[in-house]
């Protein structure tokens, strides 16, 4: 399995990025897929996820109503993609931001939760 993000860049406040998810090994019709985030000094933060049972979405509320998930509906799952576009970004979303992927998960933005997880592509957002 292999994750791969990519996105990650220098915005100003109130702009937009969207960061992609390339998954290799994996399908998203049995795999949920996680985004969080790692601010220096701090913990992974979940940041949202959709769920391989459903494809319902969650949120964390820091995140809520800037933030959508969604996943290229490809017949090809070597080469599915899922993608966090984030809206009206904030100098406290600074942070690296990372998928992550797992059977069995419903909703959950519990960084334990996800055995497979990608590199990791960085967000800054200033003022």
């Known amino acids: 399995v292999q994750l791969v993000e990519s996105g990650g860049g220098l915005v100003q406040a109130g702009g937009s990025l969207r960061l992609s998810c390339a998954a290799a090994g994996l399908s998203f019709h049995d795999h949920s897929i996680g985004w969080f985030r790692q601010a220096p000094g701090k913990g992974r933060e979940g940041v949202g996820c959709i769920s391989s049972s459903d494809s319902r979405t969650h949120y964390s509320d820091s995140v809520k109503g800037r933030f959508t998930i969604s996943i290229d509906n490809t017949s090809d799952d070597a080469k599915a993609t899922v993608y966090l576009q984030m809206n009206s970004l904030k100098p406290e979303d600074t942070a690296v931001y990372y998928c992550?992927?797992?059977?069995?998960?419903?909703?959950?933005?519990?960084?334990?939760?996800?055995?497979?997880w990608g590199q990791g592509t960085q967000v800054t957002v200033s003022l």
């Open positions: 992550a992927a797992d059977l069995f998960v419903t909703g959950s933005l519990d960084a334990d939760e996800y055995g497979y």
